[in-house]
């Protein structure tokens, strides 16, 4: 008595690391695109199932190589799939799932009517996904298909069921056992089995096995012993008693290009179910005759296919993977970091280097009110190496403005410098972030001999920092505290970054370079100077830096300044870098005016315009009047800090020039010819020249 064949519907489990690489992926590929299709290698295991179960086809990291022999997926049963991303869960709840099982899954038709599939069987087993990411909470939505043709003709299995043990000998099951695990891992899904014989048995391809039907299996032949000789093999995943879903594909291979057979003879089919083959199943079919082979031709090319996956429910509907409590948090931390940066350079600045920010060396001279703000912004541009300089510790009054700190440092009294760190951290533990407890050696403040060696050590110390980073902010709460950091910068030609905070206004800056070995005079009269004409922050001063902390006021001690004031600094400062990094002249990009701004905007191709937009010299502004200048300094042939005089000195002595400079008065006006020019006639049309700004120094 015969009984009407179902089919069970498999299964797929995504590997935490398959979405892992996914998001990698999306982020460094695919980006915003929704129209890529994307290839995917997946696989079904070998190992025994326990009755009643489904075997899953199992996704991991490696279902996104291209060749299959670097998956894997090589051991087991391989197909191969395709996958569609969307970039909201609004289109992915939009997806018409009928639609897209039909267009994305008309492969496996093409490969039926053209004859792809007897050749290269994998084809029969192509799954599809569609899938939302939300990286920001790393939950995944998705929902899988197996496609396959809706009509198929009524289906009896018209003999009981036996093992293959109960089939073949003992002789015929090892040659079956070791040509299956010879196959080719693509060759496992569909093949067939030749018997002749008690102990000859061969394995061979669909193409092979439906060409003898062909030639000796007539529409009107009585060899029924040509026909007993030919299995139609097939992998299944499912351990029930009715075959698994991938039949249902084979099937209809056979009816397209043996429909005589299929409606005239039984078709013997075996169920492989692991590696164990004496388990698998041999299942004899019949199908409904049926004489209009058009029909059923057409039906096949044309009508719906079927094949989507329930869900953990046990509903038709998507699956959620919600990897947020199972991905380290600390890479968790960084891949969102670098998804906000990509975001920026996906919508609006596509060429954007993000490696070459990534990858800067920043020192910063400071960890106070803009040492702090400077840190913060820096760890918004994806910064993953960081030094912080200061020598004083977190005070109470510290806490409220200097956004790094806590009141239990303030209690505890530790070490800004160490409390930052520990900060920066706890923001983004896999950051390389230093502490450096430094006392910056400055004119004006007498080096007595006691102090000696720790002056010795903190210059060289501080030397080092400079040589092993690219970028130096100086972020310091004095002026002459900036001085060393910028001869320092000047000699080994590093970017320099000045910031400084009066009450209600700020200066931002960025020092000009100086490779060069004999200088000449810049050119005052020029629009918009280059990087070598640029001046430092002490190029438009008449006289050296001294000892500013002398008779100071409470009011002077402290950083008195409107609250909001150091984030607006800092931020700039940090946008400053950035431009200086995206410039196609970096450091020596030509200083933007304010009155370059129209000229700019309509000329995208002005040299003055980097990626993210011009690189001013200097930014000077005001709260009180809500504005913003963008200035120049010229480079000074005399400034008391990184002209030429003073650079060679600094490197035929070293140690010894900076003594002198701490030590003795008015030795640097000396070296670098400041004093001569301040008995010069002409020294008030000189110094209108220059730029003669009087904020005050506090950070």
């Known amino acids: 008595m015969s009984e009407v064949i179902r089919f069970t519907k498999l299964k797929t489990a995504t590997d935490s690391t398959f979405w892992a690489k996914f998001a990698e992926l999306k982020i460094d590929k695919l980006k915003l695109d929704e129209k890529a299709k994307i290839h995917l290698w997946g696989s079904f295991s070998l190992q025994s199932m326990d009755e009643g179960r489904t075997n899953p086809l199992t996704l991991d990291c490696t279902s996104f190589n291209e060749n299959l022999e670097t998956t894997s997926h090589n051991a087991g049963v391989a197909c191969c799939g395709h996958m569609i991303n969307t970039n909201t869960y ?3 709840r939009q997806i018409n799932p009928e639609k897209f099982i039909d267009t994305m899954g008309g492969c496996i038709i093409d490969s039926i009517r053209d004859g792809t599939a007897l050749r290269e069987p994998w084809r029969l087993s192509v799954f599809l996904v569609f899938a939302y990411s939300d990286l920001k909470k790393y939950k995944f939505h998705y929902w899988a298909a197996h496609p396959t043709p809706f009509s198929l003709p009524e289906i009896h299995s018209v003999a009981p069921t036996k093992f293959a043990s109960g089939e073949f000998t003992a002789s015929q099951i090892d040659k079956l056992h070791t040509s299956f695990l010879q196959l080719d891992a693509r060759a496992r899904n569909f093949f067939t089995v030749f018997v002749s014989g008690e102990n000859d048995l061969s394995v061979d391809n669909l193409s092979k096995g439906v060409e003898y039907i062909k030639l000796n299996v007539s529409n009107k032949g009585d060899s029924e012993q040509a026909s007993d000789a030919v299995y139609f093999a097939f992998y299944d995943p499912c351990a029930s008693a009715e075959p698994g879903w991938p039949l249902r594909n084979l099937l209809c291979l056979l009816l397209w290009h043996c429909p005589t057979y299929c409606f005239t003879r039984d078709i013997k089919v075996l169920s492989v179910r692991s590696d164990k083959v004496q388990t698998a199943v041999v299942f ?15 039906a096949i090319s044309e009508g719906h296919l079927v094949g989507w996956e329930a869900n953990a429910n046990g509903k038709m509907g998507p699956n959620i993977s919600d990897l947020s409590n199972i991905m380290d948090p600390a890479k968790l931390s960084d891949r969102a970091i670098n998804l906000n940066l990509k975001l920026m ?24 009110t803009l040492g702090c703000s400077v840190a913060r912004v820096l760890l918004g541009w994806g910064i993953n190496n960081m030094t912080l300089v200061d020598s004083s510790t977190v005070s109470h009054s510290n806490t409220v403005r ?4 806590t009141h239990e440092d303030a209690v505890q009294r530790r070490h800004k410098a160490h409390a930052a760190k520990d900060a920066l951290l706890r923001i983004r533990p896999s950051m390389n972030v230093k502490g450096v407890v430094l006392h910056i050696p400055m004119p004006g403040h007498v080096v007595g001999r006691s102090m000696m060696e720790t002056t010795r050590q903190a210059v060289s110390e501080l030397q080092e920092l400079v040589n092993s980073h690219d970028v130096v902010f100086l972020l310091l709460d004095s002026r002459e505290a ?46 918009n100077p280059a990087g070598f004409d640029l001046g430092c922050y002490f190029c438009n001063d008449v006289t050296q830096p001294g000892n500013s902390q002398t008779d100071r006021t409470l009011d002077q001690q402290c950083t008195v300044s409107r609250p909001g004031l150091s984030q607006i600094a800092a931020g700039l ?22 009155n370059d701004e129209d000229d700019c905007r309509e000329n995208v191709d002005s040299p003055l315009i980097g990626l993210l937009g011009g ?23 005399f400034c008391t800090a990184c002209s030429t005089p003073l650079i060679d000195e600094y490197r035929q002595r070293d140690f010894a020039f900076v003594l002198d400079a701490c030590n003795m008065p008015n030795y640097l006006e000396k070296l670098s010819g400041l004093e001569e020019i301040l008995k010069r006639p002409d020294l008030d049309e000189l110094c209108y020249t220059m730029d003669s700004s009087s904020e005050d120094e506090k950070s």
């Not at 996906?346 to 060396?361: F, H, N, T």
């Not at 200097?402 to 700190?405: D, F, I, R, T």
């Not at 910031?499 to 020092?511: K, M, N, P």
């Open 482 to 527: 900036r001085w060393l950091p910028t001869l320092l910068c000047a000699a080994t030609n590093k970017i320099a970054i000045n910031a400084a905070l009066g009450f209600d206004s700020y200066t931002v800056q960025r020092h000009g370079t100086r490779a060069f070995s004999n200088p000449v005079s810049p050119n005052l009269t020029v629009q």
């Open 284 to 298: 004899t079919l019949r199908i409904k005759e049926d004489g209009d082979v058009e029909a059923m031709r057409e």
């Open 345 to 368: 350079k996906w919508r609006l600045v596509p060429d954007l280097d993000l490696e070459k920010i990534s990858g800067l060396r920043c020192l910063l001279l400071g960890a106070g």
């Open 402 to 405: 200097q956004s790094l700190y």
């Open 573 to 594: 400062a940090v946008e400053l870098l950035m431009a200086v990094t995206q410039h196609p002249q970096e450091i020596s990009a030509r200083a933007l005016m304010n």
């Open 615 to 637: 690189v001013p010299h200097t930014i000077r502004g005001s709260l009180w009047g809500h504005e913003m200048k963008l200035t120049v300094t010229h480079r000074s042939p």
């Open 90 to 92: 609004e289109a992915f």
